[in-house]
């Protein structure tokens, strides 16, 4: 069993990672570009302090080429018998491609979802895992020192194989972009109707407890309003990392119907416009067909 890891990316994530498995008795070797959060000079040290008889290596980079450059680096570093643990959210489709590229050299690869944001250190990660059931479960004790208290099940799945981790992790965060998008357009709603709901924070947050939309988003959408009561610090731009877009593709793929992902997702498109063409051209129309009132550009 596996007590010892190398841990590459030691940003807000990985750098809670590092803490919360020392914290649960693992041993842990973090490699970051900046020196003064890393605790060796290079993946190559990185691999020689770990336990030769099977070295373990999680990697928590952004996706794409971030995450490609370090995985050929550690393609060329392990050998027969180690792991290569992906973290961070790349797609499920390239998990199989490097996997398939390891396994020639021997060595294992996990794809591992992992939700908790920077509340993680505290509350412990979700965590989805695909790959072999021998691979998981050698790494087993590193996965229990990271989830959640309580029953496993309910922080930890081995979803399937080399990528069902981050495929289980794809569908979580578009479900995610339509509980967020839900809460947002009640808050809106509710602040609209100022003559009427004179108290947006503690309607919310009487929705906390008992009712059947209370969930942990709720709770930090109360935390938000109670910072800002009117998010006047915030811009309303709003970024979206890929599984979203991933999410909707593959209902398109597989003709599964995802009207409320869809729409989180293109609400978070219209969030970047500082004008709509879209609209401009539905005001046009209306103009020109029923000569409805419309607003000169300022």
Known sequence: MVTHIGLVGLGKMGNNMRSRLRNGGI??????????VS??????????????????????????????????QLAEI????????EGGNSHYVEDQERAAELAEKGIGYLDVGVSGGVWGLEN???????????DVEAVMPVFDALRPEGPR????????????GHYAKMVHNGIEYGLMQAYAEGYELLAAKSDVITDVHGTMRAWSRGT???????DLMVKALEQDPELAL?????????????TVDEGIDMAVPLP???AALFARFASRQEQSPAMKAVAALRQQFGGHAVKSAE
């Open 27 to 36: 041993d842990v070797t973090g490699f970051d570009p900046r020196p003064e």
């Open 39 to 72: 605790d060796v000079a290079t993946l190559s040290d990185l691999a020689a302090a770990l336990p030769p008889e099977k070295r373990v290596v999680w990697v928590m980079v952004p996706a794409g080429e971030p995450t490609r450059g370090v995985l050929d």
């Open 78 to 85: 392990l050998s027969d018998g180690d792991i290569v643990i």
């Open 124 to 134: 412990g990660y979700g965590l989805m895992a695909g790959g072999t059931a021998a």
């Open 153 to 164: 099940e309910e922080g930890f799945v081995h979803a399937g194989g080399v990528g069902a």
């Open 212 to 218: 059947v939309v209370r969930s942990w988003l709720l």
């Open 234 to 246: 915030l811009d309303d731009w709003v970024d979206d990392s890929g599984e979203g877009r991933w």
């Open 260 to 262: 409320v992902i869809s």
